[in-house]
């Protein structure tokens, strides 16, 4: 399947499925309300009814929140392991979810029971797995960004400028972005060698994930940006929407709000169209390796087959030639056993007639002379 059809189908899978994208949008809405309240909380302990708040709305003071945490330390260390145990839920949360949009995208009809169930059924083994992946990532963070900065060090004494500096980091930052990218792409299709084989083996998705990921490297990583380009597009235009708006009266509040939420259920629908696009891709190669497999199988087993009856008919042909060798045998005993009874006979009559039998020609011609006369 081409990259631009594998596009498609996810695009059509993902709108087939309303129903799972409200369900995930109205999780994450619960979830943020874990945050969200207790900050509002915390806000309004350290500023009260100050007028600092309206300053806020018009813009990031920081004045105002070196006051604030100066004056609210001990709220600001219960918000801070509040984000600290919330930011842990949400990646548990998202590494959760992933089975039950699995089992959804993957020709399951949505609804709660079946979600939970994927998600229930595939939690530990993604959980491996992204721990898995996490340490993988931060030995290629690690081999990346040491080596960028012993060589920037020396770079920094001879440039001519701090642009050759900017530069220097801004490959880095790219060229880490590039293996970050294969990264989340070799997850995602280890995720899938998991669910379509229900395998339990982390480190052999792994290696399979990797291993598709570069043997379909140009549709893979194309796919992925295809996917990607369009939310970063519209996180652009978010930005700069919310900044026109405002928060300074009511209207603006409930036009942010409705705006961020739209953000939020946009975020969702593209995240559920990469896994269906990938997952489209995925599934038709496996599923053209499975019946090259199931070919293979059959030609395999059809040939043990022949192999099988070839056997057979060699062991007849045998027994068939064994039994005409012994035939042949029993003959040639038989004649040779006939031949040495004659021969036996013979002697015996030999051995019976009497030697004075036996005359000679002079005795015989003698013996007819003495009859004429």
Known sequence: MNI????????????????????????????????????????????????????????FSFTVFTDFFQNSKSNIVILANLIKWVGLIYILFNIFINGGILRTLNKERFTITTFFTGSGYNFWRFLFLTMFMFVIHIIVALIIFIPSGIFYEQISLNASSELTSIYWWLGTVVLYLFFLVIFLIVSDYAKFYIVLNDSINIFNAFWKGLKYTFSNFIRVYVLYLWVLIIPIALTYIYIKVSDDIGMLAITGIILTFLLNQIFILLRIFFRVWLFASELE??????????????????????????????NEAKKILNKEDDKQQTTENKDTSEKTESIKEDENKKDETDADTPKDKIITEEEMLKKIENEKK
């Open 4 to 59: 631009a059809r594998a596009y498609k189908n996810g695009f059509t899978s993902t709108l087939q499925s309303p129903r799972m994208l409200l369900f995930i949008y109205v999780m994450n809405l619960l979830l943020s309300l874990l945050l969200a309240l207790p900050f509002m909380k915390i806000l309004q302990t350290g500023f009260g009814d100050s007028m600092v708040v309206n300053s806020i709305k018009e813009g």
């Open 281 to 310: 891709l995925y599934s038709d190669d496996f599923i053209k390796d499975e019946k090259a497999k199931n070919e293979k199988a059959r030609y395999a087993e059809w040939d043990a087959k022949v192999e099988k009856v070839n």
